[in-house]
């Protein structure tokens, strides 16, 4: 992970570092727990799992490459978001489900759609398309699948259920409401104002990461173990 | 994976970024859901798991290789293919064999002739043979392949079974029929008319992967899982 | 781990190296022994076995670094704190919590405690405020933790029961009163009095982190087994 | 596993290539099939698949070799032999075992007989002594270990037993005696008329282990399977 | 494992090399009997296999090391050893503990015993103090060891138990009491006479750990077999 030794004043090693040892330690936590778990609640652990494996196999190679060549790009973290943020999403999807009925359509159009997200930003950064053009897009199809969430079939089928799905669900909501805004506000300054890619805010990516991937597995994981414990 | 920082722009490397940790997850995903599954389905969920693992495989050492050199040839890819599609088609046999009884020869037949497909190109790609020889020959073991899934003893397993399983084959045989016939065409626009392995093809191949590996081996899970859950 | 061949005399090689082997292996019985443990029991000892995998990984890029180099510096160590003391500190909070009822609020202070107390030292070592400041903010946090288990519900809820559990209880909090009691004293010496990051003081931190971490994990793996064999 | 992108030209890369990921692949196999063959065929399967993990590891390292050196000894394939093959010739004494009592003697002869016949081509290979006397000491073993599977006791379990078990033995010990003959007889060619280890010679040793391994695994796996499926 | 292709001839490469995959195998299949042996049997079987996991990985950087720089020290064993011995005395140590009661106090006092017989070698091979001290002190521990195994409370337990235990403790002891005593040999010629860590030194060396570690696992895993095939 660190092939040099750095000083904790480098902030994007420490980062990058924490994040990698975190995710993993998260993931393996995610797993365990996976054949503890009852049988309804397996496919959204096993999801957010795997959301927190792909991530730290991303910033596994991330810390690599940055203490080898001491620069990061948006590159590699497009390789990670194509695949945890669809995942992610379809963790929740299957989360609400064990609440009550919902119907297969929204899965599609929500995994779809946080692929759409991610591509729009890809390709603006990527400057195939307009940076601009890619940040609203991305934004769109955000603020679509939030609308889902708050106002689509998930949200009918968790209202009516258990306190504490009810409760998971409404943190998860929050937090990719919150925690995901980072995300083209951050591209925003990145690309569009051109800030470039720098040490700064490569770390609030880091910790945008952190908060988005980390706590939302745990609380799937946590509210699942409350049926066992 | 990532030895240096690429820009979203270089899509070689995002693409096979992606595609190392896509097939990964989804592996991952087939691992875990072989604990579930009841036990007539192991072995096609197996097989697809073991399909996707050894082309996560490949693409890791894929994207090392072009982040270090920024170039690929189709060697490394017919390492992968020589596994990975013979995996495949013994995963669809026994996909069909659970909806009813079908002849091992079938077995045998299919997998030979997909082991043949990817030696016919290999060769021709090797220079061992014409190329276009290998590409015809190739493309009629490939076609020999699907005359057994839309003629054969598997077909006729399917249909008489129930919608998921019936629904599934179907896919999975319309993915094999429109997405591996994407590997030829590229191979001959590769090798036959010399366009060389460019960065658009590799691109290509690697979408192309995408769809064969990944979607097919989610169907035979989903399937699967249909009757867990 | 080791890519030169080091003498029985370079004493951080060889400590870093016993570190990697013997936090994997201790890590590798605690998740082997996960699958034994009564189900009420799973949860400490998969944390414990989590901090062991976390603080592994941490060990073996730390000898990897330190061959190639021959330096090593605190940045990495912080990497491997963040992670590993909150979930040490969780997992006793979990073994507290097997002997009787403790409030979930407990849980959540001495956790952010834990994270606040490296911190707070990370910050100082960084040099983004005061070394000394840092040194006592982690001082305040880590004996608040403290605090927490020696008159807090947790050692209410221990006090009450079964022997095995009491008797492990009283020994984790000596290990964590003397054993953590080190790393504030190095980091004084090392940053505050300006010693630097010495050969004799990374064998000391390494030595710390061996009493911390593998004997509190050895003595919730113990504890957890009694019940069983 | 290939650093350098070589093309489908390459016989050699291609042929350690796909030997990597079809040991691994079959190896993945024969443990996950290790969870659902019954209690007694556990043993033979579980040596197998030791056995294929063992030369996929092997192959690993030789590609990665290969392609950095672009040269091969026989010291490497020695390191293999002297695991795969003693491994494979007891999975086999298990599986005969399964069909009737075999005196645990014989386990004793053939493994041993099996490592002596490796160490007879790897000292002769190595010049400690006559490579001549090495290739005709090896084929004494084998042919020892040939008359315990053709005359022994093994033959005389697996004669009275069921018909999936005898036609798997027919099938292994045939491999056994085909396969078997091409080490010595490449490894005279290469050592003692010394035409030194080509690429043809290479390709043809990668083949042979393909034929020995891979099919006499997936034999013990199908065998052990045809009792639950 | 190995970067570069070495001769047969080369004996120290070839040693480690069989060492790392054999002891990875056996590991590999210590693991897998895990699931299989009876619940009383697991401690023993796992502390064996973590043993050679240890060894395993100790190998697998030898290698390398050996590979890239053509030269090895005593270092990096003692990392392997300071692990692997305490593992192995206790693993003996719940051996006999299924035969019979024996009380906790022989656990403590023969894994200290093994820590510091490894401990004085290692302070005598790095000149921290004399060597000849060294050899003497670690064949003091290791007499002390062997004299608990003959007439401790061990052997009572044992002498009273079922055959099998009987058999793999008696062929248990016999080897860590030959085998273990070509260490402090080994020891005394390369340190205190200073023939210095020569080839044919460090495959003995090799050799020794061979018989030592896989051997005895193999016992102990198959004495637990034994109740359940």
Do not use: C
Not at 165 to 176: A, D, E, K, T
């Amino acid at each position: 992970m660190f092939g040099t030794a750095f000083p904790s004043s480098d902030l994007v090693s420490s980062s990058f570092g924490v994040a990698t040892i975190a995710t993993l330690t998260t993931a393996l936590l995610a797993l365990i727990g996976l054949s503890w778990v009852s049988e309804r609640w397996r496919l959204p652990v096993a999801l957010s799992g795997a959301a927190l494996l792909a991530s730290a196999f991303f910033y596994f190679e991330a810390s690599q490459t940055w203490l080898a060549t001491q620069q990061m790009t948006a590159g590699p973290r497009y390789v990670g978001w194509f695949v945890v943020q669809p995942l992610q999403v379809a963790s929740v999807f299957f989360f609400a489900r064990i609440a009550g009925p919902v119907p297969v359509g929204v899965f599609w159009r929500i995994t779809v759609g946080a692929i759409l997200m991610v591509l729009s930003r890809f390709l603006g950064d990527g400057g195939i398309f307009n940076p601009t053009l890619g940040v609203l897009l991305s934004m769109a199809f955000w603020l679509y699948i939030l609308g889902e969430m708050y106002f689509g079939a998930m949200n009918d089928a968790v209202r009516k259920s258990s306190g504490p799905i009810r409760l998971g669900y409404f943190w998860i909501r929050l937090i990719m409401t919150i925690g995901w805004a980072i995300l083209p506000i951050l591209h925003f300054v990145d690309v569009v104002i051109g800030a470039g890619h720098q040490r700064g805010i490569i770390v609030l990516y880091t910790l945008a990461d952190f908060v988005n991937l980390i706590t939302v597995s745990m609380i799937v994981l946590a509210v699942a173990g409350k049926e066992r414990f």
